[in-house]
């Protein structure tokens, strides 16, 4: 006996060693097979965000480096090339630069505080030309060639940023799939070892069962040594049936505060890799296969990320290198479940139970209501559904998996239809699907109208929406409940920084604060003496600005400021200075 227990112990220790070795490999050979970048910044690398973060509808494309909490500081060009697109956006990216290399790379440089010089002065001639704030600019090779160490912009807080920093990203030119920038060079000290919060379980099917019931489990963790964890106060968890998991995990990377998201993330059954996701690279096609992989009803109730090892069938992230996360149990089986989440550095934390086969019980499962719809992912079975003046149409494989997706109707004061639902806010798509619904006759010729979500708590979104056939339509992502509103207020516009008639002299610009409550700001322009200059819009801080440049004339001028909302509802605003 105590022979097979030497023989057992160090099997499994010989596949642990295997297993790391099989990870350094990797992570080892990514170093080695692509070029070595400089830092994009001259401070030490700290991050806010890793590469391929598994976020709510999309995968982070790049690392966030912390810019030391200001704006300000110098970017440079992390190896040869020339500038082959610039972006400028109140949302997104905001001021971004992309740097096409000689090596078959292409890296991105986003929510930049300003632009070079020479780049920025290009740029304001385009805006001036279209004019037009919001820019798209792609570039020959020979009008913005770069060296590295090049200073290309000053970083900043522009676009849909949540605070200073730089946002880096790599990707193939040819593919533009992003890639992990760790594997170009980039050195930061880190022994922290991933964090695991908790872990989840889930009967699947109509047969399967966990702890007496038909609902997921969610456990708490204790933390033991070397970052070992196991469930709070018990060992086992018992089942049966077909039974699947979830981890929900942060990784701290050195010396930085903030949770970001580890390298692996690991599913071991009875000691064999059943399930595994590397952040290494992905497509622009696939970030929405990240809500399939999240639970995604669990985040959207608790705002906590459990990652499933469930792959549903229209599930096709790269990312996901093996997908048998899941396990049939009868009674008497008993299977070792243990995750396994390790960062870019190798540091890597475990968490551990027991998944114990108990007999069949009966359970009371919840009947199936004639307004719920099977839909086939497939788009075989109810991809276009119709209830009374309320329209849902799909395309195939709009869904991850076959679904019964609820629906019904009722009636609400200040609407311009019934409201409808379909399905709820814990569901998701991977496509846009379309939306119809006819409006009352009375509101029938109405341009103001548009398609609102409403949910739970009744708080009123826009979807916006056009009308078409005698119904508005929209494509969207949402489900839930929806219905058609009137928009009949026009946005707000304000100078904040001076006053009607006012000495500008000692001003760099001219500022207002412009909103709008419902459908959006959807157009804003600025003219002085009815000739348009450059507004830039920073829509975070509702700021609409004009920096003085050669249109601004000594003397008087007549300040106009038009913004315009989803619907077409117009403010204007006049207004003299003195300059």
Known sequence: MPNILLKFTTMTKLRSLLVLLAMAVTVGAAAQTYPQYRNPLDIPIMLSATFAEIRPNHVHAGLDIRTQSVEGKKVYAVADGYISRIGVSPYGYGNVLYITHYDGFTTVYAHLQRFSSDVAKYVKQYQYKNKKYTSQIYLDADKFPVKRGDVIGISGNSGSSGGPHLHFEIRHTGSEKPVNPMFFGYKIEDNVRPTILGVSVYPLGD??????????????????????YTLKEREYVHGNGEISFGVCTYDMVGASTNKNGPYFYELYLDDELA????????????????????????????KSSYVRTDVDPNNHLRMIKKKNGTVKVAEGDTVKVCFKITDYAGNSSTASFKLV????????????????????????????????????????????????IPTGQRDEAGCCSRIYRFGDEGMTTFKKFTVRIRPEEKWAYDKRMYIASIDKNGKVSSLGGTMKNGCMEVKTYTMGEYTIKIDSVAPTVKASNFKNGQAVNALKSLRFKISDDMTGIETYDIYLDDVWVLGKYDAKNDLLYYEFD??????????????????GNTKTLKVKVVY
């Open 207 to 228: 047969e399967s069962t966990l702890e007496g019931g038909i609902n997921p489990k969610y456990y708490s963790l204790a933390e033991g040594q070397k970052g070992k």
């Open 275 to 302: 399930f595994q996701v590397e952040a290494d690279s992905f497509s622009y096609s696939e970030p929405r296969y990240v809500n399939s992989l999240l639970d995604y009803r669990h985040y959207k109730e608790k």
């Open 357 to 404: 086969g108990v007999a069949p019980v009966e359970v009371e499962r919840p009947e199936r209501r004639r307004s719920e719809y099977f839909v086939k992912a497939d788009g075989s079975l109810n991809n276009n559904i119709t209830i009374d003046d309320f329209n849902v149409s799909m395309e195939d494989n709009t869904l991850f998996r076959d679904e019964w």
């Open 550 to 567: 050669e249109k601004i004339k000594k003397g008087t001028d007549n300040v106009k400021v038009v913004v315009t909302d989803g619907v």
